[in-house]
């Protein structure tokens, strides 16, 4: 597969609103494991080899461990989740399938479950952030160095 264009020279401008985001989104309070997830998953969905190689390494950096992060495709048939990381996941691909899931009320209970309202709210931009990011590097061809 061949790389297209390096979306960071084309357009500097577009790139630093992402980048800025995405320091907001870090600042948000939530667990940087539990985002590691969050951004790992979404990436298996979206098929970008990018992402899931950058959010594997940096999730290992923030002391993920690897038989987790192996789990996290199949994260409903393991033991290794906690409720909050559970509904974490649940609406991760509830939002990052949206157009099929359409966010299905039983995925919205866990996460109300598990999370204040602010931390939906966060946890969703989170979400829609990271997808926007696989989009660009899906349809850049961006690969793992």
């Not at 061949?2 to 995405?22: G, N, Q, T, V």
């Not at 590691?36 to 999730?59: F, M, P, W």
């Not at 559970?86 to 999370?115: G, H, K, N, Q």
Request: net charge negative.
């Amino acid at each position: 597969m061949d790389k297209r264009i390096d979306p960071y020279s084309s357009s500097k401008e577009a790139m630093e609103a992402m980048l800025s985001l995405e320091k907001s989104i870090s600042r948000l309070g939530l667990e940087p494991e539990l985002l590691e997830l969050v951004k790992l998953r979404a990436s298996q969905i979206n098929g970008c080899a990018y992402c899931v190689d950058l959010h594997t390494r940096e999730a290992r950096q923030a002391g993920e461990t690897e038989r987790r992060l192996y789990a996290v495709p199949v994260w409903r048939e393991t033991p290794f989740f906690t409720e909050r990381e559970r509904a974490a996941l649940a609406w991760t691909e509830a939002i990052t399938l949206v157009a099929e899931t359409r966010a299905p009320d039983a995925d919205y209970a866990l996460l109300a479950a598990s999370f204040s309202q602010k931390e939906m709210t966060n946890l969703t931009l989170a979400i829609v952030a990271i997808n926007g990011w696989n989009r660009i590097a899906v349809g850049f061809r961006m690969m793992p160095t």
